[in-house]
């Protein structure tokens, strides 16, 4: 088994520098039998010497490097195939975006943008090319892992159709209840299986298994408890010579707050620059749709609970909820007006927050804010979801760049609480470059369901019992 990972290992990373490598070679035809006599002809013939030439490539060569890592464009096997692709997508063009300014600096003028747009074209063909064959290649030299699944009181037909939509990756083999007893369980384990999944079981029938496979080198996956993930983000400390772990009290250092406040105000003001005329175009069709107000004002919860005026392009009727009755959006709400569905579809309703964001009401990065009521409600049945008021409210957030729309509160309230308690400016500036490519994301704009939208299922909080 480890000399099979091994190879799946070295072929992947054989796939990734193939791919790069390709990319660079594209912008190097570019640079040579174009930009590069541009910028001598107007340096009053400065030359570069090969060394010169090896900078320019490496320099594009390693921020495709970091935007392909960021975006996870190189996931070969671990992303479908149109996945790979859409992060290329990103990677590429991030990449050509941040040279052209470069090319540019150096010819202290700007220049032409169509040879590049030429580079940007037949990279994302190559892209193309290489994300189907080197996914097709992929599932024909390792095949779906044969999985055994182990799982409590929870139902398990949601963790199943989620397996099922990667069939080219995972194999539900078998399914087995907690009940029928660990010696039983630990016996099957040791059968024909690629990895173990443990799916909402009693943390000490969980620590157990996870011993027993440990030993035997079989890959684990399970669903982590809350404490779980605040475990993951402490400090390990050496005050004995016992290994300690600490979670802090505080959610952002001094220093962190002050970074991410810097961040905040700079791209706000920057931003509510560069959009304003597509907020007044909007605004003004909102207002001619059905007279009503372009600007929908909502009191949401930030850090500490304390409660602020939200901002938002108007994307309902106005009397949505005349009875006074907090609800989410659904699936397929009426409520929502047709000039409404397409700004929530490109996130041009969510604009307006930049005004929030420049008061200090919310950050750029956080767990997204929501209504005092629907707080109410979550904090019945899952105290925990106070957590996530520790720190302050964002635009996006982990929940959305990693979840969907539609997502669990439960699971969103993990995944709030992985960002709050792994805190690092480098993950705010990683979770903006995710945020440009979920835009794109149908799914990530969606409504939830109607079964949703009632309560939080008694169910996901006895997982963490």
Not at 108 to 135: K, R, T
Not at 440 to 445: L, T, W
Request: hydrophobic share 45%.
């Amino acid at each position: 088994m480890k000399r099979k990972e091994a190879v799946k290992r070295i072929f992947v990373l054989g796939l990734s520098m193939m791919s790069l490598v390709l990319q660079t070679g594209v912008y190097a035809y570019s640079w040579f039998h174009y930009y590069y006599p541009v910028v001598n002809n107007n340096n009053m013939g400065i030359k570069l010497y090969a060394n010169g030439h090896y900078v320019i490539l490496l320099i594009y060569f390693a921020l495709l490097c970091v935007f392909s890592n960021t975006y996870g464009s190189l996931k070969i096997g671990y992303l479908k195939t149109g996945d790979v692709f859409f992060s290329q997508i990103f990677s590429l063009l991030g990449v050509n975006v941040l040279s052209y300014f470069q090319i540019s600096l150096m010819n202290n003028w700007l220049v032409e943008v169509p040879p590049l747009i030429g580079v940007f074209a037949l990279q994302l063909l190559i892209a193309a090319v290489w994300a189907f064959i080197s996914n097709m290649t992929y599932v024909k030299i390792f095949p779906p892992r044969n999985i055994l699944l182990i799982y409590g009181e929870r139902e398990i037909d949601d963790i199943l159709d989620k397996f099922a939509s990667r069939r080219d990756r995972y194999r539900i083999s078998k399914c087995m209840n907690i009940d029928a007893g660990l010696g039983a369980i630990c016996q099957e384990i040791t059968g024909s299986y690629g990895a173990v999944v443990l799916w909402d079981i009693p943390t000490e029938d969980r620590n157990k298994l996870m011993k027993f496979c440990y030993s035997k080198s079989i890959r684990v996956y399970f669903m982590p408890k809350i404490p779980d993930v605040l475990v993951k983000g402490s400090d390990q400390v050496h005050l004995f010579d016992t290994p300690m772990f600490l979670t802090r009290e505080h959610a952002l250092t001094v220093e962190q707050r002050l970074i991410k406040r810097i961040m905040d105000l700079i791209l706000s003001l920057l931003l509510l620059i560069v959009t304003a005329p597509i907020m007044i175009i909007t605004a003004f069709v909102i207002k001619c749709y059905d007279r009503g107000p372009a600007l929908f004002k909502q009191v949401r919860c930030t850090a500490a609970g304390k409660q602020f005026m939200i901002l938002k392009f108007r994307s309902m009727r106005v009397d949505a909820e005349k009875d006074g009755v907090a609800r989410l959006a659904s699936l397929h709400d009426d409520r929502v007006t047709p000039v409404g569905r397409f700004i929530r579809s490109v996130r041009i309703d969510e604009l307006p927050q930049l005004f929030n964001i420049l008061k200090g009401e919310m950050s750029f990065i956080g767990p997204r804010p929501e209504r005092p009521e629907i707080i109410e409600q979550y904090l019945v049945e899952m105290p925990e979801f106070a957590f996530r008021m520790k720190m302050k409210a964002g635009l996006a957030g982990y929940a959305q760049v990693y979840g969907k729309y539609n997502t669990t509160p439960y699971d969103k309230l993990k995944l709030d609480l992985t960002y709050i308690e792994n805190y690092t400016v480098w993950l705010d500036m990683k979770l903006m470059l995710l945020t440009l490519k979920i835009l794109f994301k149908p799914e990530s704009a969606e409504g939830i369901e109607e079964n949703q939208i009632t309560a939080v299922k008694m169910r996901d909080k006895k997982s963490d019992e």
